[in-house]
């Protein structure tokens, strides 16, 4: 099982950023995916779920109204539309398949002016 995300970078506030998470080893389509994020020092925290099907999606209230989590089966990704971008956003994004048993190495999202 791999899961490789990209997608991060500089942002200013209020910016949008797209993360993508290209997932591969597995039937992808079989599994609900999540998305988390961790700062130093601080837990994992969940920010995101989609259904096998991305027919259901679920957020942090943190994030809700703000990211958009979907995925493309046929693509095996899963991706994290990020808009209204605030300094508190500044941290590591990882995905992560629905049972938590896998991790990609994440990507850094920074929002600062």
């Known amino acids: 099982v791999q899961l490789v995300e990209s997608g991060g970078g500089l942002v200013q506030p209020g910016g949008s950023l797209r993360l993508s998470c290209a997932a591969s080893g597995f039937t992808f389509s079989s599994y609900a995916m999540k998305w988390y994020r961790q700062a130093p020092g601080k837990e994992r925290e969940w920010v995101a779920i989609?259904?096998?099907?991305?027919?259901?999606?679920n957020y942090a209230v943190p994030v809700k109204g703000r990211f958009t989590i979907s995925r493309d089966n046929a693509k095996n990704t899963v991706s994290l539309q990020m808009n209204s971008l605030k300094p508190e956003d500044t941290t590591v994004y990882y995905c992560?398949?629905?049972?938590?048993?896998?991790w990609g190495q994440g990507t850094q999202v920074t929002v600062s002016s």
């Open positions: 992560s398949r629905v049972d938590t048993l896998y």
């Open positions: 989609i259904s096998s099907d991305g027919r259901s999606t």
